[in-house]
């Protein structure tokens, strides 16, 4: 089982960033392929990014490629979201994900554990 916490969302302005951190605990953390999805009310969860458990490949959106990079600790247990150039369409509640192994998984159905979610909203 591992558990998944994630923070660091909040309120920004166009333009301005923020990084989602996500802590994990239960097992082994680089045995792990993590991945960040969002979701508005009244939508499918939409994937963001993704990064294997090594941390050696990784994969974004293209709504979100050059402006977003994940990353991961694997002695910290945490995964990172740093996101920049915040656009209002980021809007939305971000969670992060975990699946047993080393690739890069960008379909949510694919990852067997989740975080509560934080919520990230870009003012105009």
């Known amino acids: 089982q591992v558990q998944l916490v994630e923070s660091g969302g909040g309120l920004v302005q166009a333009g301005g960033s923020l990084r989602l951190s996500c802590a994990a605990s239960?097992?082994?953390?680089?045995?792990?392929?993590m991945g960040w999805f969002r979701q508005i009310p009244g939508k499918e969860r939409e994937f963001v990014a993704a990064?294997?458990?090594?941390?050696?490949?990784?994969n974004y959106a293209s709504s979100v490629k050059g402006r977003f990079t994940i990353s991961r600790d694997n002695a910290k247990n945490t995964v990172y979201l740093q996101m920049n150039s915040l656009k209002p369409e980021d809007t939305a509640v971000y969670y992060c994900?975990?699946?047993?192994?080393?690739?890069?998984?960008?379909?949510?159905?694919?990852?067997?554990?989740w975080g509560q979610g934080t919520q990230v909203t870009v003012s105009s």
């Open positions: 239960g097992r082994t953390f680089s045995a792990y392929a």
């Open positions: 994900a975990a699946v047993e192994g080393d690739y890069v998984f960008v379909q949510w159905h694919e990852y067997d554990y």
């Open positions: 990064i294997s458990g090594s941390g050696g490949s990784a």
